[in-house]
């Protein structure tokens, strides 16, 4: 029972374009979400995050979207680079607990 | 600059060894955690810990164990492998009492069991 869904297992984007990521959740418990990035054969590297209690959060060229009622967020990259090219997991937890809950991940390629 | 270590990086072992996959951080964080990931899935909880002489079970039943006797050292131990334990084995990290909830990740240990 997969509580965290990326149903996109890749995304082609073209250098300089946007890309979105989208992330689904059926546990109306969870209160934070977070966007990791890994590459391969490294682990994942924590990218940005987000409370339930706003709906958007930016840093630099990265925007996480979040609708609470739909339970989806959506990961928001411009312009996007050929460096971003690598996988992609959503991740959420509940509030008083530490563990993460992953999504399946997205394969995001960046074309020049 | 890496934190938090995972030794070995690759191992292939034949059916039936015991092995022991070695994670260690300098960060002083007080939760550790172990994922089992397939490519193409999830990353899916096997272990954490709270602190020193603190384990618990995740999500994934996994035949191995895990010992946490100092706050730096989380090693994951398989008495017995085989060959669907072949998998990436990530240690991550993280510090509650910053407040903070992101962990920090290993690079991750690619076993296979032969």
Redesign the interface.
């Known amino acids: 029972d997969q509580q965290v869904k990326q149903n996109s297992p890749s995304l082609s984007v073209q250098e300089g374009r946007i890309s979105i990521l989208n992330c689904d959740y059926t546990n109306s418990m969870f209160d934070y979400f977070l966007w990791y990035k890994k590459y391969p054969a490294e682990g994942p590297t924590f990218l940005i995050s987000i409370s339930s209690i706003k709906d958007k959060n930016e840093d630099g060229r990265f925007t996480v979207f979040l609708n609470k009622s739909a339970k989806h967020l959506s990961l928001h990259i411009v312009p996007s680079q050929p460096g971003d090219s690598a996988v992609y997991f959503c991740a959420a937890k509940v509030s008083g607990y530490s563990t993460l809950t992953f999504g399946k991940g997205t394969m995001l390629l960046v074309s020049p | 600059e890496a934190d938090?270590y995972?030794t070995p990086?690759y191992l292939v072992i034949g059916t039936g060894k015991k092995i022991t996959l070695e994670c260690s951080q300098t960060m002083g964080h007080d939760?550790m955690?172990w994922?089992q990931q397939d490519p193409?899935?999830?990353?899916h909880?096997i272990h954490?810990s709270?602190g020193v002489n603190s384990t618990e079970k995740?999500?994934l039943s996994s035949e191995s164990t895990v010992s946490r006797i100092r706050t730096e050292h989380f090693p994951l131990t398989l008495e017995s492998a085989r060959p669907s334990h072949t998998s990436q084995y990530?240690c991550?990290s993280?510090n509650?009492a910053t407040g903070a909830?992101?962990?920090?990740?290993?690079?991750?240990t690619?076993l296979t069991v032969v």
């Open positions: 938090i995972q990086r939760k955690y994922y193409g899935m999830e990353l909880l954490y709270y995740g999500d990530l991550a993280s509650t909830y992101g962990y920090t990740f290993g690079s991750g690619r």
